[in-house]
């Protein structure tokens, strides 16, 4: 594992009380990366292994003010985006990035619950596409966040292969990795997910078997071992093969701390195992 580094990764997502997903995961998953982490909550939930019970967003000045001490003092490498609440914290969140200008930006569209409850309304949706797309180094939905950005379904691997162009030529992501995990599966007898990338020029596809678990901060811990890996130096697509493999390798390690059946993540176990 090599020596920690003085590059930030800073985080602004949303507060998970239960420490399995959101600000907790990223900065465990920057930790675990040996990269400093920072973070702007943007949202605070109460939540545990079974939900959520309540949602707070602070005041915007707020969350200016944590992202401006950020930037104001760390040599920020990378940025992920997670939980963004509504299109006054996208525009914000916008506003601050456009003039900090960091190197790379991973946006990971939190609109989705597992349950498949929606999460935005249709202003902060249309915010996300126009204000946080075109400042994305790389977007990371899985399908239905998919589905939500691009405006239909994406039913089986063909239409996954062409939904990663439409990223990139309509909507104008620089590179999208979209997830595999609520596709059938595309191995032998549907045992392999297969989660795609495009950034208009390289095209690349990482295998892992499908787990049978419930497993809880998969898609914030995704984003955030991207971001460090591009805190680390390494091209985008590299950094995201390993990023899938070492979310992979924290599931197979996942653990229940809470009395729900949802795993949560085991990051230290998975950063030792590489």
């Not at 902060?124 to 379904?153: C, F, K, M, W, Y």
């Not at 609520?182 to 950034?199: E, M």
């Not at 499908?210 to 950094?239: F, K, N, Q």
């Amino acid at each position: 594992m090599p020596t920690p580094s003085t590059v930030s990764a800073l985080t602004i997502a949303g507060s998970d009380s239960g420490g399995g997903a959101g600000i907790q995961a990223d900065l465990k998953t920057f930790a675990a990366h040996r990269v400093h982490g920072l973070s702007a909550i943007a949202a605070l939930t109460a939540q545990h292994t079974r939900g959520v019970t309540a949602v707070h967003v602070p005041p915007l000045a707020f969350l200016r003010a944590q992202i401006h001490a950020c930037f104001d003092d760390f040599d920020i490498a990378a940025v992920k985006l997670g939980m963004l609440a509504n299109a006054q914290v996208i525009h914000a969140v916008a506003d601050a990035l456009e003039t900090s200008r960091p190197a790379h930006i991973v946006l990971d569209p939190v609109m989705v619950a597992t349950s498949g409850a929606k999460l935005l309304e249709d202003d902060a949706l249309d915010a996300l596409r126009t204000r946080l797309l075109p400042l994305a180094s790389i977007v990371t939905p899985n399908i239905p966040e998919a589905e939500l950005l691009l405006g239909h379904p994406i039913a089986g691997a063909a239409a996954a292969e062409s939904a990663l162009a439409e990223f990139v030529d309509d909507l104008g992501a620089r590179a999208v990795l979209l997830k595999g995990g609520h596709l059938p599966g595309d191995g032998p007898g549907d045992t392999l997910v297969i989660d795609r990338y495009w950034d208009g020029e390289c095209v690349a596809q990482y295998g892992h078997d499908r787990l049978d678990v419930d497993a809880h901060g998969t898609g914030c811990t995704l984003a955030s071992a991207i971001t460090a890996r591009l805190c680390r130096g390494h091209a985008l697509p590299e950094a995201c093969e390993l990023a899938t493999g070492y979310v992979h390798r924290a599931l197979r390690g996942g653990y229940r701390p809470g009395r729900g059946d949802v795993l949560v993540l085991d990051h230290f176990g998975a950063a030792e195992a590489e």
